[in-house]
């Protein structure tokens, strides 16, 4: 197992009381080496928390997650994080933000230069090298900080709604582009998301939340005989979809 | 007319416009030419100030103060509030009394100065330095404080310690806010220097001003005061120039 959450539970403390406000309560999951999951759930069921803790920038209050059976201690380049709002550092151009994290790996300066310079060709960006963030289209941005965090090679890629403010076209293009590289890379891939399509779409499971405290609701094991021509028309994918849609349809409305 | 001499056209239009109004209310007697003399008037007197030198000596010596105090507001401002900035807590415990200095006019405490420093070069600069030294620290602190989280965030997520992360993303991202404070402090320099020049100066743009005024030459007095509004323009423009290069980033 590449990651494993074992009954992993998170508090954050209320402002001006004495109680906690769970976030995330029994958490268990297992997510295989080199896998491809999506995570969806209502908004505000801790899909984030979950993401936080794994990247290590925060504590669980209880449980323990694994990364190659080690238990996460903090931040390291063996994950890379995709954020939705990019996150790009506005004063660099695009080749020195994809080189940021190589310059916290330590890599040397002429390498830097042309291992970013080669990431932000596999994103398709590079004719752009030179420019800032305020001069690339939000779908270059995240293009950008998907060639980011590929660079320092991390095994593990994380990324939160990272789509999510893209419209529909440029999505749909960079869901196909994150299938190759991921294809292409082997790495293991957390990927939160609202949308039911894209979960079904890109993932190879999909983890199902339900809120009040967060949990893992079900795994939903994802497999299409063909991935040719329009896999949205096949009719599996409408029954992952509306089994989805069911599941987070009854967690909106309470039952008993 | 081309696109640039129209732009040139517009942008100078009010000012000759209020030339010719003070070149010809005092002629056409609607003011006392006495207290306020025909701008040519004024400017003949200019010219025989710069020509005999004494423009340049007072000019001299204002901006060696201004630029003294500025410069050394500058190298304090700056690391001090870099610091204060870094640590929250030391912030938080400081606020209230820089939000009592920051009200405080500086040209309050001038009687201050002159009380512990005396009369000499050393209390103008201070005063200087004092008046220049809030923009400039309140704006570093702003600056280092109001570092968008996500970023801060996205650093610390790729394992860069406190130090890496200071020189990589809190320093860089607060470089426009900063220069914000000292494009202000530009302006303060000015201001607080020709006040400063009218106590017991002897050289100066301020004590010229005053000189003038006491011993009734008008017209030197207002060639003064055109230099001085000519000079801070000047500086002012420079260091917006200077802001601009730095913040190119900024526009979004
Ligand atoms: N630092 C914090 N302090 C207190 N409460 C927090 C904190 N971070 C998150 N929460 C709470 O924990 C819950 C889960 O938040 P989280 O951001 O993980 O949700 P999410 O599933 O990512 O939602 P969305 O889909 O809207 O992004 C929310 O109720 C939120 O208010
Ligand atoms: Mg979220």
Redesign the interface.
């Known amino acids: 197992m590449k990651i494993q959450f074992r009954d992993v539970g998170k508090e954050f403390p209320v402002r001006d009381s004495d109680h906690t406000f769970p976030a995330l309560s029994g958490v268990t999951l297992d997510v295989r080496e080199g896998e491809f999951l999506t995570l969806v759930g209502p908004s505000g069921c801790g899909k984030s928390t979950l993401l936080d803790l794994l990247?290590?920038?925060t504590e669980p209050t209880s449980g323990e997650i694994l990364i190659d059976g080690a238990p996460v201690e903090?931040?390291?380049?063996d994950?890379g994080?995709v954020?939705q709002?990019y996150?790009l550092?506005?004063?660099?151009t695009a080749l020195a933000n994809v080189e940021?994290?190589l310059?916290?790996k330590g890599v040397p300066r002429t390498e830097r230069r042309e291992l970013a310079r080669h990431y932000l060709d596999l994103v398709g960006l590079r004719d752009f090298e030179a420019r800032?963030?305020?001069e690339l289209s939000g779908g270059m941005r995240q293009r950008v900080a998907i060639a980011r965090s590929l660079a320092?090679d991390p095994d593990i890629l994380l990324m939160d709604e990272p789509f999510a403010a893209l419209d529909a076209q440029t999505r749909e293009s960079l869901q196909e582009e994150l299938l190759r590289i991921w294809e292409a890379t082997g790495k293991t891939v957390v990927f939160i998301t609202h949308g039911i399509d894209e979960a079904v779409y890109l993932g190879q499971r999909v983890a199902v939340m339900s809120a009040g405290p967060g949990r893992i609701r079900t795994v939903l094991d994802v497999s299409f005989d063909s991935r040719e021509g329009d896999l949205r028309a096949d009719p599996r994918f409408g029954e992952y979809r509306h089994e989805i849609w069911t599941l987070l349809r009854e967690e909106a409305i309470p039952v008993g | 007319m081309t696109a640039v001499a129209r732009r040139a056209f517009r942008a100078s239009a009010a000012i000759v416009l209020l030339a010719a109004v003070w070149e010809t209310l005092p002629r056409l007697g609607a003011v006392n030419p006495v207290f306020l003399p025909p701008l040519t008037e004024v400017l003949t007197a200019w010219y025989d100030l710069l020509r005999t030198g004494q423009l340049l000596d007072h000019t001299q010596a204002s901006l060696l103060r201004s630029l003294t105090g500025f410069a050394l507001a500058i190298a304090t401002a700056i690391p001090l509030g870099l610091l204060i900035g870094w640590y929250r807590p030391l912030a938080g415990f400081l606020n209230p009394v820089l939000e009592l200095f920051r009200n405080t006019a500086a040209l309050a405490l001038l009687p201050v100065f002159v009380l512990i420093l005396g009369l000499g070069e050393t209390s103008k600069v201070a005063i200087i330095l004092y008046a220049c030294s809030w923009p400039i620290l309140l704006n570093t602190i702003a600056g280092v404080r109001n570092v968008d989280p996500?970023?801060v965030?996205?650093?610390?997520?790729?394992?860069?310690n406190a130090a890496?992360l200071f020189q990589?993303?809190i320093l860089?991202?607060a470089?426009p806010t900063v220069f914000t404070g000292i494009r202000l402090a530009g302006a303060y320099s000015i201001l607080v220097l020709i006040a400063a020049e009218m106590v017991g100066a002897k050289a100066g743009l301020g004590y010229l001003i005053n000189y003038a005024q006491l011993n009734f030459r008008v017209t030197d007095m207002y060639a003064a005061i055109i230099t001085i509004s000519v000079l801070g323009l000047l500086f002012n423009l420079s260091l917006v120039r200077l802001e601009r290069r730095f913040s190119?980033?900024?526009?979004?």
């Open positions: 990247s290590g920038l903090g931040p390291g380049l994950r994080i954020f709002q996150a550092l506005p004063w660099r940021f994290g310059e916290a800032y963030p305020h320092f | 996500l970023l965030k996205s650093a610390r997520s790729m394992g860069l890496r990589k993303v860089p991202a470089v190119t980033w900024r526009t979004t």
